[in-house]
């Protein structure tokens, strides 16, 4: 593997956020005096910590790099899903959130489990069988997350996609082990302010290099006018799949789906005032929205790009054909959405 000053500068930067990410289990792991510290961060969190942490719980690869994906290939269709994933916080609070948290102070629950073998009174086939299904729900989750990290150190770095599998999961196995959600959380604060800051700057600098969005609206007009339409009406491609039908029912299993992920409930519990629920899906929701759409733009800007000339990208070990989403998308040798502008 041949590393160039930019990809050490790259390797140099990836370790030290690693690192960071380590430090912060380490740190985490002497704040620990018993289980509840372990799994709700001793019930501690406080309004700031909190909301990160509901967006970094929503808001990940999948959505950085599938997202700015889904914008390449589909254009303003796929922005639905961006509004659907926030309403599934804000349904969780509203719906049984806060009433979890208040339950949960006053009897001691310190997981999903706990509740259902309250409420049912049934410790043990009840207690089991929620378990496993939290698992499998945590497994599907996770793979697109890990995914998403391999996608990255294979494109910077050359190596095998087991290899970038392993290294993530070493990291994030380590500080969750060492840390709990006291890791998590703060870990997700880093986490969330690096992805916000990020996105506020350089996708802006993405759609104006593209020459702005009117002009990108344009040019994804002359591709396909539906492109740049809310829906398609109707599945007349392989790309078009994105229908009213499919918005409707694919928001409703997202938003009520998300808002029961393991997750997502176990944050509210970890709430120390209930009060911060007033305000912080709120703020949650504006902030996941902005950054979700800045993504989607980004995809948008670089398939003008695309469109206009040919884009000289750096030399990638992965295959010409990346595989966006649903469609595959073919790019020049060592593009991504993501990662090609120059």
């Known amino acids: 593997m041949n590393l160039t000053a930019d990809t050490w500068i790259a390797l140099f930067l990836i370790v030290m956020y690693f690192a960071l990410l380590l430090g912060i289990g380490v740190w985490a792991a002497k704040r620990i005096k018993n289980s509840e510290d372990y799994i709700l961060a001793g019930r501690s969190l406080g309004f700031w910590i909190f909301v990160l942490l509901l967006i970094t719980s929503i808001c990940s690869g999948v959505t950085l790099i599938g997202g700015s994906g889904m914008g390449f290939t589909y254009g303003w269709p796929s922005i639905w899903d961006q509004i659907f994933v926030p309403l599934s916080a804000v349904f969780c609070i509203i719906f049984f959130g806060s009433k979890l948290n208040l339950i949960g102070k006053k009897q001691g629950i310190v997981t999903l489990e706990d509740y259902f073998s309250l409420r049912y009174e049934n ?4 207690r089991t069988l929620s378990a496993v299904i939290g698992i499998l729900v945590s497994l599907v989750y996770l793979v697109g997350q890990y995914t998403a990290i391999s996608i990255v150190l294979v494109w910077l770095f050359g190596m095998e996609h087991w290899q970038a599998l392993l290294i993530a ?9 060492l840390g709990g959600l006291y ?20 996708a802006p600098m993405i759609v104006m290099y593209a020459g702005g969005l009117e002009h990108i609206n344009t040019v994804l007009a002359a591709i396909d006018p539906n492109v740049v ?43 120390k005032d209930i009060r911060f629920f007033r305000w912080a899906p ?7 929205l902005t950054i ?10 670089v398939r003008t790009r695309l469109k206009r000339e ?13 595989r966006l989403s649903t469609a595959s998308v073919r790019l020049p040798e060592g593009c991504l959405p993501w990662g090609c502008l120059q």
């Open 169 to 177: 999961a070493a990291i994030i196995t380590t500080y969750t082990v």
């Open 310 to 322: 040919r884009l000289f990208c750096r030399t990638s070990p992965m295959p010409p054909t990346t």
């Open 183 to 202: 890791a998590v959380s703060w870990t997700g604060m880093v986490q969330g302010l690096i992805l916000i800051f990020g996105m506020l700057i350089f």
């Open 123 to 126: 410790n043990r086939e009840l």
């Open 292 to 301: 979700s759409m800045l993504v989607r733009f980004s995809g948008m800007g």
């Open 282 to 288: 709120l703020i949650a929701f504006a902030v996941y």
């Open 229 to 271: 339409m809310p829906a398609f009406p109707e599945r007349y491609a392989a790309y078009a799949y994105i229908t009213p039908e499919i918005i409707f029912s694919f928001g409703v299993l997202l938003v009520v789906g998300l808002a029961c992920a393991p997750h997502v409930v176990s944050n509210v519990l970890a709430v």
